[in-house]
């Protein structure tokens, strides 16, 4: 009985949850410009949280998509989890085309289904080992699950799952659910995606990147499954990154470390020229 209330609960798709507008967070304070955004070789919009707008070898990837005013279980009227800080840069409706949904586990601010039940359901996506169940069900058409080293084709990008140090568990009855970072490689250019994880040397075992996109937030006390910004810049140098993207920070209060810390630790380990987005709404191409 346990089991289906949790499962249930982590099912919902947000559809009456009216209480959830109430007192909205203030909107980003950037908002990304797209005029140019298909004609860019490598480009990046950070969203907010772990929700980025990449694009790369033609094709415009959206991760771990999370656009609403709150994160977590379903309760009627209301979801029962973190509340934003910030807005999203954008909205569902305001998206470019969406070739591909990618989604690194099963968290709630990671997997958000009332995000994903307002995007395409022809859009294809890949996720962790057995958490397509969570996708499926909402209509969407192509779902591929990943397991670490397992490599699949979408259009012109190769996609492969990495390591983590995290855990998959939506609730307390599916630990069985995986975790996953993912490198994109297409065009002749190559991208990490680092999911959620604590410090590990695992990404020692992949190929220099282009661009590096890491989780710097939710630490304090949480430093055994997310990374301190220090952290996440050593994971990003054993992929020889040569630009790094921090996000997981600054839209959700997840821990105890000031809000503004996490970037501003990052900024002061990295350098201000190799960090190319500080803010919620931040773009960057290469030029």
Known sequence: MALKLADRLGRGRGRLRVLDRLSPPPPAPLRPDLA????QELAAAWLGHATVLLRIAGMTVLTDPVF????GIGLGLMTGGPRRLIGAALRPRELPKIDLILISHAHFDHLDRPSLTRLSKSTPVVTAHQT?????????RSVSELAWGDHTRVGSLEITAAPV???GARTLY???RGFNAYVLEGGGRRVLYGGDTAYHEGFKALSKVDLAIVGIGAYDPWVHSHATPEQALQMADHVIADFVLPMHHSTFRLSHEPTGEPIERMLAAAG??????????GQWALN
């Open 174 to 176: 599916d630990r069985h």
């Open 68 to 71: 609403f005013n709150r994160v």
């Open 36 to 39: 140019d955004w298909e004609n």
């Open 132 to 140: 397509g169940d969570l996708v499926r069900d909402l209509g969407f």
């Open 272 to 281: 201000e020229d190799r960090v190319i987005v500080r803010q919620v709404g």
């Open 165 to 167: 140090n995290h855990w």
